[in-house]
């Protein structure tokens, strides 16, 4: 697969594809540097620990039943899972289901913005443990 | 095993009418789900006979 240019990524909180409505999705996949130094090292030494995984989403809100507003609101204070993908089609190598299991949802924004601007909500959800596939 | 309707048009990989199983939505907050509105319980128990 070449480069390519986000259009159709995918995006499913909690079982619910709420593809439609994101403008901009951020998945940071980390884990932990434990600093596993000790005498006689040259330098700082690391070793992988938990994961501090996050994924920040950008929506469009729509206070219409089951879409944006309906489906964040009662997920704020805890955990679920989220899917991401690069673009809508199907799981292959070049087309990676990331699956972020027992991630935080912290909280929303169900009304955020200027006058003039497209009401929209951002969200961040902390921890979890990913899982990628390619089938 | 409890079973729920699904009711929403964009619930991942369903239809709307679609019969899902806990075991099914291993891993989402199906308490969240029934409250946006995605699914319904339904009603398992058979009626008792005299």
């Known amino acids: 697969m070449a480069i390519f240019v986000l259009k159709n990524a995918s995006v499913t909180i909690n079982s619910v594809d709420l593809s439609a409505y994101v403008t901009s999705v951020t998945l940071d996949y980390k884990i932990d540097a434990v600093e596993s130094t000790a005498m006689g090292s040259g330098g700082h030494v690391y070793t992988g620990g938990l994961q501090a995984n996050s994924v920040t989403v950008n929506l469009n809100q729509d206070f219409a039943a089951t879409k944006t507003e309906a489906t964040i609101f009662p997920l704020v204070g805890t955990s679920t899972t989220v899917v991401v993908k690069a673009d809508s089609g199907a799981v292959s190598t070049t087309n990676p289901s990331y699956t972020i299991s027992n991630s935080y949802l912290e909280g929303s924004q169900p009304v955020a913005g200027s006058v003039g601007d497209l009401a929209a909500m951002a969200l961040t959800f902390n921890g979890g443990t990913l899982v990628k596939a390619t089938t | ?50």
């Open chain 2, 1 to 50: 095993m409890a079973t729920y309707k699904v009711l929403s048009d964009n619930f991942a990989g369903k239809n709307a009418g679609d019969t899902v199983t806990d075991e099914d939505l291993e891993g989402a907050n199906i308490e969240a789900l029934i409250e946006g509105g995605h699914l319904s319980t339904t009603n398992n128990n058979k009626k008792e006979t005299e």
